[in-house]
Structures are given as C-alpha cells and as structure tokens.
C-alpha cells in the first residue's frame, strides 16, 4: 500500500484538487473581440449613416437602399481587414518560431542562458531553475514554446484564426447593421422612421454595451452607457452635418 508521500498518489490528489476547486477562465477573447468589434460599427455606422440622410430629408427608401449598401460595403471591409490581421499575425509567429527554432540549434548555450534570465525575472534563484532549464534542453519543443511564450510574448495562431476573424467580423456588422435599418423598412416617412430608429437602436446599444462589460469583465453599467454615448455621438454628429450641407445648399 503507498503512502500518503508517495509519488504515486500525488497526480491523482492534485487532479482531484483542481476538479474541486473548479477553475473556470474565459478563454473566448478573440471571438469575443471580433464580434465586439463586428456589432459597435455595425450599430453605430449605419445608424449615423441613416440619421444624416433623414437629417437631408431623404425618403425611407433611400436611406435604406444606402443603409443596405454599406452594411454590405462594410460588412466586407471590416471582415477582410480582420482576415488580414489574422493572417498578419500568424505569418509574424511564424517567421518568429524559425528564427527562434534557428537560435536554439546554433547557439543553445545562449538560449539556455535566456531562460534563466526569464526565470530570475520572477525571483527564482540559479539553483532554483537550474532544473528546470535542463528539463526543457532535453525537450527541444517544449524549450521552443517556452521561448516563444516568455520570451518574446507570443501564443501560437490557430491555424483557421484568419478566416474565422473574418467571418465573425462580417457576420456581426451585417446583425448590427440590420438594427438601426429596420424601421425604414416598415415605415414609409423617414423622420418617422428615424425616429424610431434611435430608440431602437439605443437599446440595442445598452443591451450590447451591457453583454459585452459582462463577458470582457468591465462593469456592464458603465460599459452600457459607454457604447451608447458613443453611438449617439456619431449619429448626432452625422445628423448635424447633413443639416448643414441642406441649409449650404438651400
């Protein structure tokens, strides 16, 4: 029978610690980003797009065809400049892994060097990590992630990462953007329509702007009412603006 000290029993006692204490870390971040990004233009561009015209007294079917048109415009140009950046950043991973990958094998002695500069940055003393880095010389990969992770701050890409972005990006400025659209779409007078528009569309802002303080681990009410100003800004500022080129014009 082993004992309580017995190495044997360790990994099933700290196996069952960690299932009971639960742990639980949002690890969604980037998809969340996405879509935070994805549904703030999507509410807030077509929405002062819409109030401008209105402002210009355009009629309810021309500020949709227009609102239309840039949801699709926008919705395109968001979702590549998302792939772009994805595809930006696996591509500087990679180049990085290489060189690192190249270190390593021409000049382990100062790679290893590093990792015990890493390690002393957190209070360990020599014979303190010293294991540790002979550990990960006798692990090539494990000493590559390593030196990847802490040295120069880089997570490994999902390989689908660029498309995916893409996607979520569009997807969610195409839902956001149907929102402020909607009541022109029922509504034949524009300022009818406008008008409901922003109070629709500040809802949708508050609600948005509260989803997204609860999963970014901000404060939801002031994260609501962040969103919200912002977009009652744009639209103000576009409303006031085609106000203005009407009178020039008149």
């Given at each position: 029978?082993?004992?309580?000290?017995?190495?044997?029993?360790?990994?099933?006692?700290?196996?069952?610690?960690?299932?009971?204490?639960?742990e639980?870390?949002?690890?969604?971040?980037?998809?969340?980003r996405?879509v935070?990004?994805?549904?703030?233009?999507g509410?807030?561009?077509?929405?002062?797009?819409?109030?401008?015209?209105?402002?210009?007294r355009?009629?309810?079917?021309l500020?949709?065809?227009?609102?239309?048109?840039?949801?699709?415009?926008?919705?395109i140009?968001?979702?590549?400049?998302?792939?772009l950046?994805?595809k930006?950043?696996?591509?500087?991973?990679?180049?990085?892994?290489?060189?690192?990958?190249?270190e390593?094998?021409?000049?382990?002695?100062?790679?290893?060097?590093?990792?015990?500069?890493?390690?002393?940055?957190?209070?360990?003393?020599?014979?303190?990590?010293?294991?540790v880095?002979?550990?990960?010389?006798?692990?090539?990969?494990?000493?590559l992630?390593?030196?990847?992770?802490?040295?120069?701050?880089?997570?490994?890409p999902?390989?689908?990462?660029?498309?995916?972005?893409?996607?979520?990006?569009?997807?969610?400025?195409?839902?956001?953007?149907?929102?402020?659209?909607?009541?022109?779409?029922?509504?034949?007078?524009?300022?009818?329509?406008?008008?409901?528009?922003?109070?629709?569309?500040?809802?949708?802002?508050?609600f948005?702007?509260?989803v997204?303080?609860r999963?970014?681990?901000?404060?939801?009410?002031?994260?609501?009412?962040?969103?919200?100003l912002?977009?009652?800004?744009?639209?103000?500022?576009?409303?006031?603006?085609?106000?203005?080129?009407?009178?020039?014009?008149?």
């Open positions: 029978m082993k004992g309580a000290g017995d190495g044997g029993e360790r990994p099933m006692l700290e196996t069952g610690l960690i299932s009971m204490h639960g639980r870390h949002f690890t969604a971040g980037e998809v969340v996405d935070i990004m994805g549904v703030s233009d509410l807030t561009v077509p929405f002062a797009l819409a109030a401008g015209l209105s402002g210009a355009a009629p309810s079917s500020v949709l065809t227009a609102g239309l048109a840039e949801v699709a415009a926008g919705a140009s968001m979702g590549l400049g998302g792939y950046a994805a930006s950043e696996a591509d500087h991973y990679e180049r990085e892994l290489e060189r690192e990958q190249a390593i094998t021409t000049v382990p002695d100062i790679e290893a060097a590093e990792i015990g500069e890493i390690m002393a940055q957190y209070g360990l003393e020599p014979h303190e990590y010293g294991p880095v002979k550990g990960l010389q006798r692990r090539p990969e494990a000493w992630d390593f030196m990847m992770r802490f040295e120069l701050g880089l997570e490994k999902e390989p689908r990462r660029a498309l995916q972005s893409a996607m979520t990006i569009a997807l969610a400025y195409i839902l956001g953007g149907l929102v402020p659209l909607l009541p022109y779409m029922l509504m034949p007078a524009a300022q009818d329509a406008m008008l409901t528009s922003v109070g629709v569309t500040l809802a949708a802002l508050l948005f702007g509260y997204k303080g999963f970014t681990g901000t404060r939801p009410v002031l994260s609501a009412l962040q969103t919200t912002i977009g009652a800004m744009a639209s103000a500022a576009a409303y006031g603006i085609a106000k203005a080129v009407q009178g020039w014009t008149i």
